[in-house]
């Protein structure tokens, strides 16, 4: 992940605090997905919700740190899809290195 700003602004010009999720936060973040990460897409799904909850506050309001799936879910529904959109480039590097290794251990 490249190094995340402190605030982000949508297009709609909402304000997005972020913070790197620490290993503790991943954790709390694996226990909150639950049966999420029985499936083949544990990964995708674990690294969605990593963006998502890098939220910290949405216009000034703090947002907790979800402790369930559900909870992982309204917080993406809060931020919305330009919220998503202006998220996206700060984690999509890694995803990108990670389909490379993968690509490269296949062959």
Not at 17 to 37: F, H, N, Q, R, Y
Not at 64 to 91: C, T, W, Y
Request: proline share 5%; net charge negative.
């Amino acid at each position: 992940m490249s190094v995340l700003p402190h605030e982000v602004t949508t297009a709609e010009g909402r304000r997005l605090a972020l913070k790197e999720i620490d290993p503790g936060d991943m954790l709390d973040l694996i226990e909150a997905a639950g049966s999420a990460m029985n499936g083949a897409s544990a990964t995708s799904w674990l690294s969605y919700a990593q963006m998502i909850c890098s939220v910290t506050a949405i216009d000034g309001v703090p947002v907790q740190m979800p402790a369930s799936k559900e909870e992982v879910k309204e917080l993406a529904r809060r931020i919305g899809n330009d919220g998503v959109a202006v998220l996206h480039p700060f984690f999509m590097e890694d995803e990108d290195a990670e389909r490379e290794l993968v690509l490269s251990a296949k062959n």
